[in-house]
C-alpha cells in the first residue's frame, strides 16, 4: 500500500511540474507556461529551479509589461477578464492576491489602471495563439 501512495504521489509531482525554460519569458521573474494544453497557459512567478508559482491561472491570452506593472487578459467561461501585477508586492514569498488584482471586466479594469498608476501606453504586446 505504501508503494502505490508514493507512485500516486510522484506522478502526481511529476504532472504538476511546469517547465519554464520553454516558454515565453515576461520579465525577470515572470512566464507565461501551457501545462497540458492552451487552455491551460498561466502566468508563473519563475522560483529559479526550473519551477513557479501560479499568478494568473488558466486561460491567458495577452500580456503587457513595463518595469511596475504585468498586466494579464484571461479568456475563461466565455469571457474576457483582466488582471493587473504590482511587480514591487511580489516575490516567491508572496501570497498572489497581495500582488495580483482582479479578476475585472473590461471597464473595471481601466479604473483599476488609474487607480495603480498603471501606465496610459502600457498595451497587450503579446498575444497567445490557441
Not at 471586466?105 to 481601466?110: A, G, K, Q, R, S
Amino acid at each position: 500500500m505504501r508503494k502505490l501512495f508514493i507512485i500516486l504521489l510522484f506522478t502526481l509531482l511529476l504532472g504538476c511540474n511546469v517547465d519554464l525554460s520553454t516558454d515565453y519569458k515576461v520579465s525577470d521573474n515572470y512566464y507565461v507556461s501551457i501545462i497540458d494544453i492552451p487552455e491551460d497557459r498561466s502566468l508563473y512567478y519563475d522560483l529559479g529551479d526550473g519551477s513557479g508559482i501560479g499568478r494568473v491561472n488558466g486561460g491567458v491570452i495577452a500580456v503587457g509589461w513595463d518595469n511596475d506593472h504585468i498586466i494579464v487578459e484571461q479568456y475563461k467561461d466565455n469571457k474576457n477578464l483582466f488582471y493587473i501585477l504590482e511587480i514591487n508586492k511580489d516575490s516567491k514569498y508572496a501570497v498572489p492576491s497581495e500582488s495580483v488584482s482582479g479578476p475585472f471586466n473590461e471597464t473595471e479594469f481601466n479604473e483599476i489602471r488609474t487607480k495603480l498608476n498603471v501606465d496610459a501606453k502600457l498595451g497587450f504586446s503579446k498575444r497567445f495563439s490557441s
